[in-house]
C-alpha cells in the first residue's frame, strides 16, 4: 500500500507495483524521452510501465503523458507515435491528441527544418471517460443570431411542401481547443531541473481531467509540478522519482505551496 500526498525516492516500475489495482484517477507525467532530455543518466522502461499505468488506472481515469521526439541523423525518431500505440495495443483509449506548443520557443540553427516548438499530449483512457471538466473560451460571435433556411420535402421522394426557417443564438463560450500555447519553464526556474513541467500545463489537465479529492500520479515527477498542483487544487498525490536530488526538489516545492495556502501539509 502506498501513502498518499507523498514523494517516493525509487524506481517508478518497482513503486506502481506496490499499488493497488484501480487505485489512480488520474497520471500526469513526461518521460525522458529520446536523447533530449539528461535525466541524470538513469533510464526507463516504458512498456514496462505502461502496462503498470494500465493496471493502476481507474475504470474511466486518465492518463496524460506528455512527449516529444529527437531528431538524429536528419530524421524524427518518431518514439512518441510508437508509445502512443503501445498504450492502445495494451488496452488504453487513445482519447485526444494534444500539443503544447511552447511559448517563444529556442531557436534552432539550421537552414532546413523548421524551429521545433511543441510537445504531444497523449490523453489516454482506461474506458469512456468518467470525467472530464472541458475548459470554456469566449466564442468570437457570442449572443449573435443567424437564421437557418430549409425546405420540407415529402417523406416520398415529392416535391418540396413548404419552408421553415430556423433562428440559432450562438453560445457565449465554446470548448478550448486542444493545443495549447503555453510557456516552458526557465533553465533555472525550478531549482536546475533540466525539464520541469510549465505549473499552468500540469495545473490545467488536473483541472480538466479529474475532481476534488481524487488520486493524481506522476510516476516521474522531477520537480514535483504535478503534485504541487495536484495539492493546490485539493487532490491527492503521488510522486515517485529515481532521483534523490529532484525528489528533494519536489518536496521543498509541494511543501512551499501547501504552507503558503494554509492547508497545513
Aim: glycine share 10%.
Amino acid at each position: 500500500m502506498i501513502d498518499l500526498d507523498t514523494i517516493i525516492c525509487g524506481d517508478c516500475l518497482e513503486v506502481m507495483r506496490g499499488m493497488p489495482d484501480n487505485s489512480v484517477d488520474l497520471t500526469v507525467t513526461s518521460p525522458p524521452y529520446d536523447n533530449l532530455r539528461k535525466y541524470n543518466g538513469y533510464t526507463f522502461d516504458f512498456e514496462g510501465i505502461a502496462r503498470e499505468l494500465f493496471r493502476v488506472t481507474k475504470q474511466g481515469g486518465v492518463v496524460v503523458w506528455v512527449v516529444g521526439d529527437a531528431t538524429i541523423n536528419g530524421s524524427e525518431t518518431g518514439t512518441s507515435f510508437r508509445q502512443a500505440l503501445y498504450f492502445k495495443e495494451i488496452g488504453f483509449n487513445l482519447h485526444d491528441t494534444m500539443i503544447y506548443r511552447k511559448k517563444n520557443p529556442v531557436p534552432i540553427n539550421s537552414k532546413t527544418r523548421y524551429n521545433p516548438c511543441f510537445e504531444y499530449m497523449f490523453i489516454l483512457s482506461s474506458g469512456q471517460v468518467l470525467k472530464a471538466n472541458v475548459n470554456q473560451v469566449p466564442t468570437q460571435n457570442a449572443g449573435k443570431s443567424y437564421r437557418v433556411h430549409r425546405d420540407n420535402n415529402t417523406s416520398n421522394g415529392g416535391g418540396a411542401i413548404g419552408t421553415k426557417d430556423k433562428v440559432y443564438i450562438t453560445k457565449d463560450t465554446r470548448n478550448e481547443d486542444n493545443i495549447w500555447t503555453i510557456s516552458p519553464v526557465g533553465g533555472n526556474e525550478y531549482e536546475g531541473h533540466p525539464a520541469a513541467f510549465p505549473e499552468s500545463l500540469s495545473g490545467k489537465h488536473i483541472l480538466s481531467w479529474s475532481n476534488e479529492g481524487d488520486v493524481v500520479l506522476d510516476p516521474m515527477c522531477g520537480s514535483g509540478t504535478t503534485c504541487k498542483m495536484a495539492a493546490l487544487y485539493k487532490r491527492k498525490f503521488i510522486g515517485i522519482d529515481i532521483s534523490e536530488e529532484y525528489c528533494n526538489i519536489a518536496r521543498r516545492r509541494v511543501s512551499a505551496a501547501v504552507q503558503q495556502l494554509g492547508m497545513g501539509l
